[in-house]
């Protein structure tokens, strides 16, 4: 029951700036620049994926979107 107890509004992260905030967090943990590289590639493939399939905060990132994911990586893949 919940009843009496506040609870902190929580807001809704796009996940562009959920891919930002991450890359920051990486960033300031000192991670190597080749590193850095791909988990840029990586992760903004995502918010671009996401951007496209006009999800709009991250709680929408379900498996039907890493399917998606999957998809467009094996295209990508194919055609290199």
């Known amino acids: 029951m919940t009843e009496g107890q506040w609870k902190p509004a929580v807001e809704a992260v796009s996940a562009q700036k959920a891919v930002e ?11 190597a620049p080749k590193t850095m590289t791909k988990y840029r590639y990586v992760l903004n493939r995502i918010a671009d994926l996401a951007e496209k399939r006009r999800v709009q905060e991250v709680a929408g990132l379900d498996l039907n979107f890493l399917d998606a994911y999957r998809k467009m990586r094996s295209a990508s893949s194919c055609g290199n």
Not at 21 to 31: I, K, N, P
């Open 21 to 31: 905030a991450y890359l920051d967090m990486l960033t300031t943990e000192g991670r």
